[in-house]
């Protein structure tokens, strides 16, 4: 405040010198801001939709982490059409991903036309990487390409459709007209036994035309609805079968059974027959028959063959024998009846 005093001011001076200072500060951060916005504004949007690209060279056979010049035209052609940014982000991110004898070829061909374009260096590169026939050449191939015995109508159709896209980049038609050329390929080259094919040979002549995306999410719902119905039927002959062999197993056992239960019947009556009883007449019809047999072979001249065992006469039989025993006449007899070969045996 001494200071002030002596320089002959006071508080409300240094205010009014203060507030036309803290004015021009707000104005400048205000023009800072505008200019930070005008920026963001102006700023490109391909650098904000940037996706880099893949790597291609071009050197045969393919190097790792590469692919194949059909695959890697088909994505960059597709990235390209999307991006929306000016034509020089593109050719600048197009010389970025490539290598070798690629960038040489788009060198070439800056050299030789400053303004050329990023399309025109995808044409360069497809005359010297792409497949060599021209539109015309490639139609042929698509009017000729079948479906495969056990291949899915739906793979049939997304390889028709890469057939489709080569005869559009080489400029053999529009695309207008992919959707007519696809459904009537499809028509002509699905098998005849395929019942999705069967369905749209039915009724393509009754719409429009569906476009890709469409057609293939159709397809695929009806492979996956026949594919599970096939499934169920599979389960239900698979269960049908068991159940038809387990009736046949039962029945076997069954029959078995009753043949063990006759077997043990029969068996049970044999038995019973084998251990039946002897009755008391039965010794006296045995005696009958032996005695009978004797006299019957006595009476037929074969007495004078026999010879009794214990008392070593002729005629009868050691059963019938009333004399004494005379072992030493018996064993006379057994020797002579030896040498002479006509041992009757033990009786």
Not at 60 to 73: I, L
Request: glycine content about 6%.
């Amino acid at each position: 405040m001494s200071f002030l005093k002596q320089e002959g001011k006071s508080l409300a001076d240094i205010q009014d010198v203060a507030s036309p200072a803290l004015t021009l500060n707000t104005e400048l951060v205000s023009a800072i801001n505008s200019l930070v916005q005008k920026c963001q504004t102006a700023s490109p949007v391909e650098a904000q939709n940037y996706r880099k690209l893949r790597t291609f060279s071009g050197l045969t056979p393919t190097p790792n982490g590469e692919e194949d010049y059909e695959v890697w035209a088909e994505h960059t052609t597709h990235i390209l059409e999307e991006w929306q940014c000016s034509d020089n982000v593109k050719k600048q991110r197009l010389v970025e991903c490539l290598r070798g004898p690629a960038a040489d070829i788009v060198r070439f061909v800056k050299v030789e036309n400053p303004s050329a374009t990023s399309c025109d260096y995808l044409k360069a590169l497809d005359t010297a990487f792409g497949p060599t026939e021209n539109a015309s050449d490639l139609m042929v191939k698509f009017r000729n390409t079948f479906q495969e015995k056990g291949e899915k109508l739906s793979v049939y159709i997304i390889k028709l459709d890469k057939l489709l896209h080569s005869v559009l980049r080489k400029g053999g038609l529009k695309s207008s007209e992919l959707n007519r050329l696809r459904i009537e390929q499809i028509i002509r080259g699905a098998l005849p036994d395929d019942m999705v094919a069967l369905r749209l040979r039915m009724t393509h002549k009754f719409c429009e035309p569906p476009p890709f995306t469409e057609l293939l999410k159709e397809v695929r719902e009806e492979e996956n609805m026949i594919h599970n119905r096939s499934t169920v039927q599979a389960t239900v002959t698979v269960s049908s079968v068991a159940s038809d062999k387990t009736d046949s197993a039962d029945c076997e056992v069954e029959l078995l059974k009753k043949e063990i239960r006759g077997l043990r019947s029969e068996m049970a009556r044999l038995l019973s027959a084998a251990v039946a009883p002897v009755t008391s007449d039965t010794p006296k019809m045995h005696s009958l028959a032996v005695t009978t047999g004797r006299s019957a072979l006595s009476k037929a001249g074969g007495g004078e063959n026999i010879f009794c065992y214990k008392c070593g006469e002729n005629g009868h039989f050691k059963q019938d024998c009333a004399n004494e025993k005379n072992l030493r006449k018996v064993n006379r007899l057994i020797k002579m009846r030896r040498v002479m070969g006509n041992y009757p045996g033990a009786q």
